[in-house]
Structures are given as structure tokens and as C-alpha cells.
């Protein structure tokens, strides 16, 4: 049951891209859209670009999830992308350093810590774009790799024996697309992050990214949907935790929390080499289901460079 619900939403993923239209013809006249800023390890920019990210998050936990009672988590990351053509790219968007704080410590489980963040990193390759370049969309595969501190609900997650299991790590095949209108710029991402074993939980996520352009300033709004389509086999939670953490909680399944953020990018500087942005969004759960999610502040620099491995 586990391999037929991952399949079936891989295959409704791959539907989307099958039915988005004509075939590439090159990443040209795309330099007015901009990245989303929130859900950073997952919301892809559907462009084959070159780029450095910093990334800084400050995320309150919620005092509605069954344990820790609340508290905050941080998070220092740096993303990169490198273009080989103006379609392909290689892409590294998980990794940092963690910082947790719960107001409640659980020896062994859930404790105050910093640590390293797992890995993910993976390709993506641009399948559509019209001739005026007002649409893009493009396919990616990402692998997320159990390779973080346990401290910080990474890796093994857990310290305490008998629950500690590693797991092989994740499997994310996604589509992100952009499309254009006047000054205004849609994006949009959907992905499955499928356990590659029974220890973690699965995912299906889904992004929305709407700006409007004014000069060099982009105010915009954000909308993320995670649902876990299958549970883990860590700890009888049930609630997730949401991108960043991966709890394997075994009554988890069909649960999902919907966030939206507001915020904006900035354009500070456009250069012979290529762009510099700034950009943050504030974001909070439209539902009444949180799990670990209670606010959340995200802040980036984005130094995108005008060039491709093959030129």
C-alpha cells in the first residue's frame, strides 16, 4: 500500500508536467521573475540558473504539538545551483547548521542542541518555455540523505535506543513552473518526498508564489501545502514536521498543515556579472492543524551569475 500511494502521486506529478505544453527553447527573457522565499528546501525556481543562497530562518515551534511545549528553531544554510546549459542545472538546497530550543526537553528525544542539517541535492531540467518566454516549467529529482545531528532532529533523529534508526533517506521528484502576466509573476511547485524505507514519513507538497513587479521591489505572497501520504515507523506522534524535520511519526498519515507567507524581494543590484536579491516573508498555518509549525521568519541574499558552465 505504501509503494502504490508514493507511485500515484509520482505519476499525478508527472501529469502536470505531460499537459504544461510546447517543448523548451531556452531560458532568454526570464531575468524579471524572481525565487520564492518561503519553504526554501522544497520551493524550487522552475530556471536553470547559477546561484548562491544564504539562508536565515527563525521558526516558532507550536505549543499545540504533543510534545516539547513549544519553542524555536534556527536555521543557517547555503543553498547553490550551477547551470551546465541553459536547461539543466545542478542543485544543493538543504544543508546548515540547526538550532533547537524547546520549551519542554525529553532526554534523548527532543532536547536543546546544534547541529548539522541533512543534505539534499539533486538536478532539474527545463521541459517547457513558450517563444515570448513568458512560461517555463521544468522537472527535477532531489535525494535528501540522513546525513544530519540527531541533536537537532536530523539523521537519526532520535538518541534513544530502539527508535533510533537512521533510515536511507528520501526520494523527491518534483515539477515547478512560472508564468507571467504584465508585471505580475506565478510560480508554482509540486513534489513528492517518498521514504526510501519505513523508518521516515512521506510527503506531498505543494507551493504558490505571486508577486507584482514595482521597478526593482516585488511584494509578494506565498501559499505551502505538506501532506503526509505515508506514516513513518519512529514514535506514535501524530503530527509531522512539516519540511525541515522528518519525525516519522506512525499515526501521521493523511495529516497536513497549509501555511501562507508575505513578504518581498528586493533587486539591490544588477551587475555585468548578474543580480543580487533581498528577500523576506513572514509565515503563519491557515489551518487549525500546526503540528510543529507556529510562525516563521525567512530571510535570504540571493547572488545569481549570468553564465553557464558551457558556455
Known amino acids: 500500500m505504501?509503494?502504490?500511494?508514493?507511485?500515484?502521486?509520482?505519476?499525478?506529478?508527472?501529469?502536470?508536467?505531460?499537459?504544461?505544453g510546447k517543448p523548451a527553447k531556452g531560458a532568454e527573457g526570464l531575468a524579471d521573475y524572481i525565487s520564492p522565499v518561503?519553504?526554501?528546501?522544497?520551493?524550487?525556481?522552475?530556471?536553470a540558473v547559477t546561484d548562491v543562497r544564504p539562508i536565515f530562518v527563525v521558526h516558532k515551534l507550536s505549543d499545540k504539538f504533543s510534545v516539547g511545549d513549544g519553542g524555536e528553531a534556527y536555521l543557517l544554510a547555503l543553498q547553490a545551483r550551477v547551470a551546465i546549459t541553459d536547461k539543466f542545472s545542478f542543485i544543493a538546497t538543504k544543508?546548515?547548521?540547526?538550532?533547537?530550543q524547546p520549551n519542554e526537553e525529553i532526554d534523548g528525544a527532543l532536547e536543546q542542541g546544534v547541529g548539522f542539517a541533512n543534505l539534499a541535492f539533486g538536478v532539474k531540467y527545463t521541459i517547457v518555455?513558450?517563444?515570448?518566454?513568458?512560461?517555463?516549467?521544468?522537472?527535477?529529482?532531489?535525494?535528501?540523505?540522513p546525513s544530519g545531528s540527531s541533536q537537532v532532529l536530523q539523521g537519526k533523529?532520535?538518541?534513544?535506543e530502539g527508535i533510533d534508526d537512521r533510515g536511507a533517506g528520501l526520494m523527491n521528484p518534483f515539477i515547478t513552473g512560472g508564468l507571467s502576466f504584465e508585471d505580475f509573476h506565478l510560480l508554482g511547485y509540486a513534489g513528492v518526498r517518498a521514504a526510501l524505507d519505513d523508518v521516515d514519513s512521506s510527503f506531498f507538497d505543494?507551493?504558490?508564489?505571486?508577486?507584482?513587479?514595482?521597478?526593482?521591489?516585488?511584494?509578494?505572497?506565498?501559499?505551502?501545502?505538506?501532506?503526509?501520504?505515508?506514516?513513518?515507523g519512529r514514535l506514535p506522534l501524530g503530527g509531522e514536521g512539516f519540511d525541515i524535520i522528518n519525525l516519522g511519526s506512525t499515526d501521521s498519515e493523511?495529516?497536513?498543515v497549509v501555511t501562507s507567507a508575505v513578504g518581498a524581494r528586493y533587486r539591490v543590484a544588477k551587475l555585468d556579472w548578474g543580480d543580487i536579491d533581498l528577500g523576506a516573508a513572514v509565515e503563519f498555518p491557515l489551518t487549525d492543524r500546526e503540528d510543529i509549525f507556529d510562525f516563521r521568519l525567512t530571510t535570504d541574499m540571493i547572488f545569481r551569475f549570468n553564465w553557464t558552465a558551457l558556455n
Not at 507584482?212 to 516585488?218: I, L, N, R
Request: glycine content about 10%.
Open 2 to 20: 505504501k509503494l502504490k500511494r508514493i507511485a500515484g502521486a509520482i505519476v499525478g506529478v508527472t501529469a502536470m508536467a505531460c499537459c504544461a
Open 38 to 47: 518561503s519553504n526554501p528546501t522544497n520551493f524550487e525556481d522552475p530556471r
Open 95 to 100: 544543508d546548515g547548521i540547526l538550532w533547537l
Open 129 to 145: 518555455e513558450d517563444e515570448e518566454a513568458d512560461h517555463i516549467v521544468s522537472l527535477g529529482l532531489r535525494y535528501e540523505a
Open 157 to 160: 533523529v532520535f538518541q534513544i
Open 206 to 232: 505543494m507551493s504558490l508564489h505571486l508577486d507584482h513587479q514595482f521597478g526593482d521591489f516585488y511584494p509578494l505572497i506565498e501559499v505551502n501545502w505538506i501532506q503526509t501520504i505515508d506514516e513513518g
Open 254 to 256: 493523511g495529516k497536513g
